[in-house]
């Protein structure tokens, strides 16, 4: 079983920067963070898998980068240039499957989810 806890969400000036972590428990392979925003689906933002290969929505391209430290099972995301448009909950998901190489950015294929921690960002 794997849990997962986020923090580092705030509320910041468009143009700023946030980083936000992800401590997980139990063993994680390819994870990823989501956003969704009300009335929106949940859009899958970044994802990395175990051995580090990374994989980003077009619109964070270039702004958010993701990473992880393996030894301390934790997960984050850096967002530079922030935007309005990136308000939203933002959720760290981890998969399950023990595939080192496996990569996703769709929300379907993680079965781990954690709370969340809202991100606002105003102009």
């Known amino acids: 079983q794997v849990q997962l806890v986020e923090s580092g969400g705030a509320s910041v000036q468009a143009g700023g920067s946030l980083r936000l972590s992800c401590a997980a428990s139990?063993?994680?392979?390819?994870m990823g963070w989501f956003r969704q925003a009300p009335g929106k689906e949940r859009e899958g933002v970044a994802s990395?898998?175990?051995?580090?290969?990374?994989t980003y929505a077009d619109s964070v391209k270039g702004r958010f980068t993701i990473s992880r430290d393996n030894a301390k099972n934790t997960l984050y995301l850096q967002m530079n240039s922030l935007k309005p448009e990136d308000t939203a909950m933002y959720y760290c998901a981890a998969d399950g499957r023990r595939d080192m190489f496996w990569l996703s950015r769709r929300a379907v294929d993680f079965g781990y989810w954690g709370q969340g921690t809202q991100v606002t960002v105003s102009s």
């Open positions: 139990g063993a994680t392979y390819c």
């Open positions: 990395i898998n175990k051995v580090g290969t990374t």
